[in-house]
């Protein structure tokens, strides 16, 4: 069974721009998170989605956001582009959205913002 | 608050040393799961071992084995004959039931580097 699968693996965009990064969780898994990563903050929880709700944000401003399709498919945009934006984007799915299901992650998007 | 606490925040080994991965956990809720990823270089998080908080036996697979002790809220990783392929960032994460989301709260990582 294919792993999660994340596109592009790498980015490299101005400040001021707006990017969408990709994310296909494993067949079967309808619930799909999202997480940054940087060297100060370490893994921080973006959000979650399954059956195209987003179920839980967390503490970032609104210009992150994701979506989620019928196929359980995953988007998600940073608008307007800050250098701190400058991080790995990890994306992890799991068989459902239940509490303490294991999440499987990508290989991450590397983001680097001049 | 729910917090993970990795406190070695990076060890250096000789190849077939022993070596422990300490996590201290905290949280309110009776119920939660916990679990242990490797990070390679590539970036991939590999997920490596879950455990509820009803479960505290401990476990065993190959070289490595999990210790869980709720009565000091720690969930340590153990490496046994470490080998250079075992260099990578560990991390710890816990996921509380009552929260009813897959929200993975993580710990600062452990850089484990094993040399030849």
């Known amino acids: 069974k294919a792993g999660v699968t994340q596109t592009p693996r790498y980015l490299i965009k101005t400040r001021g721009q707006q990017v969408t990064l990709s994310c296909s969780p494993i067949s079967g898994h309808r619930s799909v998170s999202w997480y940054q990563q940087t060297p100060g903050q370490g893994l921080q929880f973006l959000f979650e989605?399954?059956?195209?709700?987003?179920?839980n944000k967390g503490n970032f401003p609104g210009r992150f956001s994701g979506r989620q399709f019928s196929n359980s498919r995953s988007e998600m945009n940073v608008s307007t582009l800050e250098l701190g934006d400058s991080a790995l984007y990890l994306c992890?799915?799991?068989?459902?959205?239940?509490?303490?299901?294991?999440?499987?992650f990508g290989p991450g998007t590397r983001l680097l913002v001049l | 608050a729910q917090k993970v606490t990795q406190a070695q925040t990076e060890i250096s080994v000789v190849e077939k040393e022993d070596v422990t991965l300490d996590c201290v956990y905290e949280t309110r809720d009776t119920t939660y799961y916990l679990f242990w990823y490797k990070q390679p270089p590539s970036g991939e998080l590999v997920f490596l071992i879950r455990?509820?908080?009803?479960?505290?036996q401990n476990e065993i697979s190959g070289r490595y084995s999990w210790n869980f002790q709720k009565s000091t809220s720690s969930f340590n990783f153990t490496i046994t004959a470490s080998q250079v392929v075992d260099s990578a960032v560990y991390f710890c994460?816990?996921?509380?039931?009552?929260?009813?989301?897959?929200?993975?709260?993580f710990g600062q990582g452990t850089t484990l580097q094993v040399k030849p």
């Open positions: 455990r509820n908080s009803f479960d505290e």
């Open positions: 994460a816990l996921s509380e039931v009552p929260s009813n989301t897959g929200k993975l709260i």
């Open positions: 989605y399954f059956s195209e709700t987003q179920r």
């Open positions: 992890a799915s799991s068989l459902a959205p239940l509490e303490g299901k294991t999440q499987y």
